[in-house]
């Protein structure tokens, strides 16, 4: 396939066809804006089909499908051993990801501030201080796991999980409770393994000999410690509040610690219908930036003329809920992603649910019918008047933006 996707034809000129030239746009993010039943979602099946057929530079060309609605779970036109489904369920799925992954690109400062977000997604009553103790603590943890924030050679070491941070945590509460520093606790686990102790019978003069010698060692140990290394005063209720976070987490069965491996060249479906919205968007937010950060870590040269990844996305007004700042996922695809040959087609109810970063970088921008509460956002938006839209059959008809040219009614993929 030539990159060419035929999208209907002009109602303006029924003799001119209306094709998507995807190797002379500018980008390859795509926005859709129409009501429910108005003919997204088979616009975005006929989407999948034309990549599913496109040959990139570095091969087919790969599809991350976010099934939020199960209208995607059975894309006619493929076959069915050309689609890899990840469940994502709270009991008896496939997929799942580890949120302290550290990718060898960004690093542990990424990493700290990727998790931070992912905690706050899906605990929203995280206040300040606990998100500055969570900061502190995961930094501490990286750096336990041979982590160093300024040597990238250590950013390809094996990454911890929920349960290495739980554990932490769990060692920092009974560290507050005992009054003593957590180190201790190691260094004494250290020492009673190179004592005699565990085979010892205490009962007796070597056995206890043995246990007076250990108990001294222990108490030089916290002599020369009580001041301790680190300068925080932990406090045990916010320090609770981040555990039973993590438990939750690590309890959802989402945030395991192992990370989904998609298939590249084939149509990856991320099945998300049975979550709760929050984690939805927790996961939503997560697999964007692991795809994101995959395509930067690649050496393929810059400006492909079509696609090698593309990301599709109905109701995107969940990524908007994750796109606050020009560094979330969702944002950064829109504006930087061209280069390295990522693209995204997001579909929305509403003109005001695509970020305005997104909305500036679509090359391609379908309108659909759209409620009559929605005309003026049109306007303000795209220029449109409403009498443009109310013409516009739903399942049939939409106004057709590429590049830099104008609005034009088009009659969808029919003859």
Not at 57 to 72: C, I, K, Y
Not at 329 to 338: F, H, M, Q, W
């Amino acid at each position: 396939m030539n990159g060419s996707v035929r999208l209907g034809r002009y109602l303006d000129d029924g003799t001119q066809e209306c094709h998507y030239d995807i190797p002379n746009s500018s980008n390859f993010n795509i926005g859709l804006v129409g009501m429910s039943g108005a003919g997204k979602t088979y616009t975005i099946i006929q989407l999948i089909n034309a990549y599913a057929r496109m040959e990139s530079d570095v091969g087919p060309v790969t599809t991350f499908v976010f099934d939020l609605q199960g209208d995607l779970g059975d894309i006619e036109g493929i076959p069915q051993n050309k689609i890899h489904n990840f469940k994502f369920a709270y009991s008896q799925g496939n997929g799942s990801i580890n949120p302290l992954r550290v990718d060898p690109l960004g690093g542990v400062f990424i990493a700290v501030r990727n998790f931070t977000e992912t905690a706050k997604m899906f605990n929203h009553s995280l206040g300040t201080r606990q998100v500055a103790d969570l900061n502190l603590i995961l930094n501490e943890l990286y750096a336990d796991f041979g982590f160093d924030k300024d040597d990238s050679k250590t950013w390809k070491n094996p990454s911890p999980n929920l349960l290495s941070l739980l554990d932490y945590v769990e060692s920092l509460i009974m560290e507050v409770k005992s009054g003593v520093k957590q180190d201790v606790y190691v260094s004494a686990s250290d020492m009673l393994g190179s004592t005699g102790l565990y085979e010892a019978d205490i009962n007796t003069k070597e056995g206890q000999a043995e246990l007076a010698d250990f108990g001294q060692r222990i108490l030089d140990l916290v002599k020369a410690r009580k001041t301790g290394k680190r300068k925080v005063e932990w406090n045990e209720s916010r320090l609770e509040s981040l555990k039973h976070t993590i438990v939750n987490m690590k309890d959802s069965g989402l945030f395991s610690g192992d990370d989904v491996e998609p298939q590249i060249g084939m149509v990856n479906r991320f099945d998300l219908v049975d979550l709760q919205v929050k984690d939805m968007l927790t996961v939503i937010h997560l697999l964007l930036d692991r795809i994101f950060n995959y395509v930067q870590r690649r050496k393929w040269p810059f400006h492909p003329k079509v696609p090698r990844m593309m990301i599709v996305l109905d109701e995107g007004k969940l990524a908007k809920a994750i796109s606050k700042h020009d560094l979330s996922p969702l944002n950064r695809i829109g504006t930087e992603a061209r280069k390295y040959g990522l693209g995204a087609v997001l579909g929305v109810q509403s003109p005001d649910q695509i970020t305005d970063d997104v909305r500036r970088n679509c090359a391609l921008f379908m309108i659909y019918p759209i409620h009559p509460s929605e005309y003026s956002q049109a306007k303000t938006k795209y220029g449109l008047e409403a009498n443009q839209i109310k013409r516009l059959k739903a399942k049939s008809d939409a106004l057709v933006y590429m590049n830099t040219g104008v609005f034009r009614p088009v009659k969808l993929f029919g003859e």
